[in-house]
């Protein structure tokens, strides 16, 4: 008798356990992409300085993710606006991520030398891109220390005229609560 | 109060259990007072979820194992199946954005199908669920049921007791002369039609076909073998599906693979008849395709990958690349002309000075050309006026326009602005005497169509096979044979005929007519059915 | 082949598919003389039934072998078998319920079933007959071995539980008290007059459709849809031509009348389709449905005007005489043999088939979605009758509801479903 309760048991937690694996493994096939308030999808690429990048290692610091194509005319637009803020608040600490949708080297070279551009520019190739559930350009995310999205961006940014789309006023939540 | 499950043929039976394991006399007093027939399901043996007092892994137990639940069960499953048909699933819209695509297409129908979840219907947590608690129902019931079935079929006796047989659904009542001279002559007519028969005394059982019996649970075991087969696409490494777009004459990486894939060549062959519609009809399409492995360099946009290749395969529907459990598969593919290179010959004052040739996808920076180095500072896939500077409108190479530096090997630097397919060039920056190099298309590449493809990774496929297979077996099994029983017990000049079998009651009421006849008794089928419950 | 060749063959084969629609209808002639001539034979009703029963057979199986030249040379033609569009599949279909009638008949000899079987046939092969049978090449996805071997055991399946339903109704016609007042009395009465009427109405439809066919009936209009272009994100207005084969009640949702026959002195439509019935198809597959209904109600009322009972009752008499036990073993056998052989055909093969063709076996695109519901049905008719005891009637309405379903597997998803699975519309 008792020897067949253990049977019973056991069956019984072959079951749950297959119930727990297919849940966990349906969470974590990652489908969705994330939105605000969700952590921030680790990825690497490769810059176009020729190093790999993580977002993990930039985790800890105030990061802005830009995802932004010279074919894209508001991101080009919006260029100079976050590589003047990158400037102004080098200080605190502002990581700026410049990731590129799937252009050639040379486009890309010769546009960030003409725009004197400092921050890091990575290059994807559709699977960042992807990852994050971007398809409208220019797309902007916003990430805190804990590497937890606080804010994302459709469309072109400016300073002092549309408050959702303002990056003056995003930073300094960002930064500041 | 323990209850006493002693039979009065002596055979101490488990308690729960409904008839004698022994001669089949049903052990509740109550029972046998009855005169309806026998319930003869799992042999009237003990089982485990008919115990009384139940615990809670008891009360879980009983649950799983009824099959009233596990009809439950399957209907549910269907009635949300049927939802999830009502409205395109979410795999399936063509919008990357499915909140708002439901809620404009459909109205509110499709804003409420969206909430609820419906729109990705089969990948809920719910509909797993019921999933995977017909998983469960599908391993309790069969455990419950088999082990004290092949038990009790596994020690049958021949004897079994009076009211045992006057109580099954087919009996036949009479008188006997010579018994056994009449039991010779049953026993080899029940031979004759393949029954496995066992004699004690006066006492005779013809058994047939036993093996029907397991049908279930092997179908059973089939199902639990798919469903787990499932699972294991969780396992990382046993599912993957990858998309991949090329161009002719593209190589491109398959994202979350260290593979490399080129498509040399797309073929569309359209036939126009022998066919009335004289229409001109699509009639097969494939790429020409190499797989590659990346040794080095993988996915990395500033340099070259270093490829080893693998395999080569012209891929069409119905016929993929398959590699070691990779399968690319050609799904779809558009006719979308486009430039892939141009090859300029460099000319300075008549005479050709070289050429190079220019990757429109991905440019490489340098090129020499005899003393010359030239290196492509600005590229425009697609170039276009924006506020009076170049820019360019979209990533397809349509219009593409280069910034050339040239250094020369007196140290002299220059700069060209080419816009070959406006045939426009301008020197931006050199000195006035130098002569202008002039830069002329000497070839051009293009890719006239691209390529969808499919990767996949399927390694649960040939377990999922397998469970299928089985599970047809046993249904096979378990259909279309039916597990037969006759036994005979003759006292004195009284001869007790009974049959049961698990189905087919009217065939086994003909075959046992038939028995008898050849045993010299004349009896119609249907006189020999002793169900005891009126019909209407 | 030259055209030529090819238009002989197709036409040749055509008159044989009409060869076979006509002798399956000998057949079911020949199986009511069978059953209902008993009384006024002069043999003994036991012989005169057998007798004719048996010719009713071989005349099945004659139509049978007409249909199989008509497949052979369409095959011939075609270079492929013919099963790849609703047409085909169809009267392909239509040909299995025969060949399962045939088997089954073999088995147990009853020729009343014929009286049932041969007309669901006819039905099916004249459902068929509605839908474009052009010779088309087989698309490069269906160029494959698989064609022929998920597509015939599929419908080879289906048909053997089609013949399940049509043993089931002969059960329930058979048993159910016309003159039952009770609830539940009423409740069995009014199933089995859903059941006939839901038959009328797809008689009605291809009779609708032939006769306007027939008479040449034609009717335009330019449909303007609000779309969303799916890369600009902005709302365009497209316009679209849609044409009408049966005089319009419904006209589509917000169009334009191009050009109308008038029918009846209708010389306007009568009705415009609701507003949320906006997609191209829409307006013309709800006037479609709008008449078959109908018609079918007319026909129904008519029937029951002039038999001025349930329209059941009316056929139940011919039931006399066969033991309802034997129709429930018919039937249960039926779907018995076909439950596997449907398995097979629609799960298994066609799993292996979408993983050569898609690299997905299974996707749950509609079509897969409703033969995997039409199984899970089946194995709880299965289930209910060999655990739970239900045989007898609550297995014949299980047998009704499940032909049911598999009816809709192949008349709505392939017409009102989308899908990568779905064949043209009407």
């Known amino acids: 008798m008792a020897r067949n309760k253990w049977v019973q048991l056991t069956i019984l937690a072959v079951i749950i356990a297959a119930a727990v694996f297919t849940v966990s493994s349906n969470l974590s096939a990652g489908s969705s992409a994330p939105q605000v308030m969700d952590e921030a999808v680790n990825f690497s690429l490769y810059g176009l300085d020729g190093a790999l990048h993580e977002l993990d290692d930039y985790i800890g610091k105030p990061i802005i993710i830009n995802f932004w194509g010279t074919f894209c005319p508001p991101c080009v637009r919006e260029m100079p606006l976050i590589q003047s803020k990158y400037e102004e608040y080098a200080d605190s600490g502002l990581v700026v991520l410049g990731i590129n949708l799937d252009e050639s080297t040379v486009t890309i070279n010769h546009f960030t030398q003409g725009m004197n551009l400092t921050f890091p520019i990575l290059l994807d190739k559709n699977v960042v891109r992807k990852q994050y559930g971007v398809y409208e350009y220019p797309t902007t995310f916003f990430i805190d220390e804990k590497g937890v999205i606080r804010q994302k961006i459709v469309g072109e940014m400016n300073e002092g005229s549309l408050p959702s789309h303002d990056i003056d006023l995003a930073i300094r939540r960002l930064l500041y609560g | 109060m323990l209850k006493n499950t002693k039979c009065e043929c002596g055979h101490q039976n488990p308690v729960g259990t409904v008839l004698c394991e022994a001669c089949g006399l049903p052990v509740h007093p109550e029972d046998v007072q009855s005169d309806k027939p026998l319930e003869m399901r799992y042999e009237g043996a003990a089982r485990r979820s008919q115990k009384s007092n139940p615990n809670i892994l008891d009360r879980v137990w009983n649950f799983f194992s009824s099959v009233k639940v596990a ?234 990958p270093i490829l080893e290749e693998v395999k080569q395969h012209t891929i069409k529907p119905n016929e993929p690349l398959v590699h070691e459990g990779y399968s690319i598969y050609q799904i779809d593919y558009s006719f979308e002309p486009q430039l892939t290179a141009i090859t300029f010959d460099i000319g300075a004052e008549g005479r050709s000075l070289g050429e190079i040739k220019i990757e429109l996808a991905d440019p490489a920076f340098f090129y020499p050309v005899g003393d010359l180095t030239f290196e492509l500072s600005g590229y425009y896939p697609d170039l276009t006026n924006v506020n009076g500077e170049p820019a360019t409108k979209s990533r397809q190479p349509n219009n593409p326009a280069f910034i050339f530096d040239v250094q020369r090997a007196d140290g002299v630097e220059e700069s060209y602005f080419v816009v070959p397919l406006e045939q426009f060039q301008t020197r931006l920056k050199g000195s006035g005497d130098a002569e202008v190099l002039q830069f002329e298309i000497a070839d051009m590449d293009a890719s006239r169509y691209s390529s969808y493809m499919l990767v996949r990774v399927e390694r649960a496929l040939p377990y999922i096979l397998a469970g299928a297979l089985i599970f047809l077996f046993g249904v096979v099994l378990g259909l279309y044979w039916q597990h037969r029983r006759i036994w005979v017990r003759i006292d004195g000049d009284q001869l007790i005929v009974a049959a049961h079998t698990n189905k087919n009651w009217y065939g086994i009421r003909e075959e046992l007519a038939k028995l008898l006849r050849k045993t010299g008794i004349e009896t119609d089928a249907k006189s020999l059915d002793n169900n005891g419950v009126t019909k209407k | 082949m030259s055209v030529e060749q090819i238009e002989s063959l197709i036409d040749l084969s055509s008159t044989f598919l009409m060869v076979a629609f006509l002798v399956y209808n000998l057949s079911f002639i020949v199986f009511g003389i069978a059953v209902l001539g008993k009384r006024w034979s002069n043999r003994d009703p036991q012989s005169h039934e057998r007798r004719w029963g048996t010719i009713g057979l071989i005349i099945a199986i004659v139509g049978f072998l007409s249909q199989a030249a008509f497949a052979g040379l369409r095959w011939a033609a075609n270079g492929h078998i013919p099963v790849s569009n609703l047409y085909e599949f169809l009267t392909f279909f239509g040909m299995m319920v025969v060949l399962a009638f045939i088997i089954i008949y073999a088995i147990y000899r009853k020729p009343l079933t014929g009286l049932f079987a041969m007309p669901l046939a006819v039905v099916i092969v004249a459902y068929g007959a509605v839908f474009p049978n052009a010779v088309k090449p087989l698309i490069p996805q269906l160029q494959s071995i698989w064609l022929y071997i998920h597509v015939t055991l599929a419908a080879l399946g289906e048909a053997f539980l089609a013949v399940g339903f ?261």
């Open chain 2, 71 to 304: 009809v439950y069960l399957i209907i549910i499953t269907l009635i949300c199946s049927i939802i999830g048909t009502l409205l395109p699933q979410v795999n399936v819209i063509p919008s990357n954005d499915p909140a708002s695509y439901y809620a404009t297409e459909y109205g509110w129908i499709g804003e409420l199908y969206y909430a609820l979840g419906l729109a990705d219907t089969f990948g809920t947590w719910w509909y797993k669920g019921l999933v995977l608690m017909i998983a469960a129902s599908l391993i309790i019931c069969s455990l419950d049921r088999i082990i004290p079935l092949y038990r009790a079929l596994s020690k049958q006796q021949a004897v079994k007791h009076e009211t045992f047989l006057r109580r099954q659904k087919v009996l036949y009542t009479g008188d006997v002369a010579n018994a056994e001279a009449w039991l010779g002559e049953m026993e080899a007519a029940a031979k004759g039609r393949r029954y496995r028969v066992t004699r004690e005394g006066n006492a005779l059982l013809a058994e047939k076909n036993r093996f029907s019996r397991w049908g279930p649970y092997i179908n059973h075991i089939g199902l639990i073998i798919l469903l787990a087969a499932l699972l294991t696409r969780g396992i990382p490494g046993w599912y993957m599906e990858q998309g991949i777009a090329l161009k002719e004459g593209q190589t491109g990486p398959i994202n979350g693979t260290s593979y490399y894939l080129e498509n040399i060549q797309f073929t569309e062959v359209k036939e126009v008849g022998p066919h009335i519609s004289g229409q001109e009809l699509q009639f097969a399409f494939e790429t020409e395709a190499v797989l590659y492995r990346c040794i080095d360099n993988c996915h990395n946009p500033l340099s070259e």
């Open chain 3, 166 to 426: 049509a043993a089931g109704l002969m059960y329930l016609l058979r048993t159910v008290d016309f003159r039952d007042k009770s609830v539940s009395g009423r409740r069995k009465i009014r199933g089995v007059e859903v059941t006939l009427f839901s038959l009328i109405t797809l008689i009605s439809f291809i009779a609708i459709i032939f006769i306007f066919r027939g008479a040449g009936y034609h009717a335009e209009f330019t449909q303007t849809v609000i779309e969303i272009d799916q890369t600009t994100k902005q709302e365009v207005e497209v316009e679209h031509t849609v044409e009408y084969t049966l005089p319009p009640i419904f006209k589509p949702h917000n169009s334009v009348t191009v050009e109308m026959q008038s029918f009846l002195g209708m010389e306007e439509p009568l009705l415009e389709a609701p507003s949320w019935l906006n997609g191209v198809n829409a307006g013309r597959k709800l006037n479609t449905i709008v008449w078959s209904l109908a018609l079918g109600l007319v026909l129904y009322g008519l029937l029951r005007l002039i038999l001025r009972r349930p329209l059941g009752a009316a056929v139940s008499p011919i039931m006399d005489g066969i033991d309802e036990q034997d129709l429930d073993e018919i039937s249960y056998r039926a779907i018995a043999i076909g439950y596997p052989i449907f398995t097979l055909g629609a799960l298994i093969f066609a799993s292996i088939w979408a993983h050569q063709a898609w690299g997905r076996f299974w996707a749950f695109d509609p079509k897969e979605t409703w033969a995997l519901i039409t199984w899970f049905f089946y194995t709880a008719y299965l289930h209910l009758r060999l655990s739970r005891g239900w045989q007898g009637e609550k297995s014949a309405w299980m047998s009704v509801i499940g032909f049911l379903i598999i009816m809709f597997t192949l008349i709505g998803v392939n017409l009102v479903i989308a899908g990568l699975h779905s064949y043209a519309g009407v």
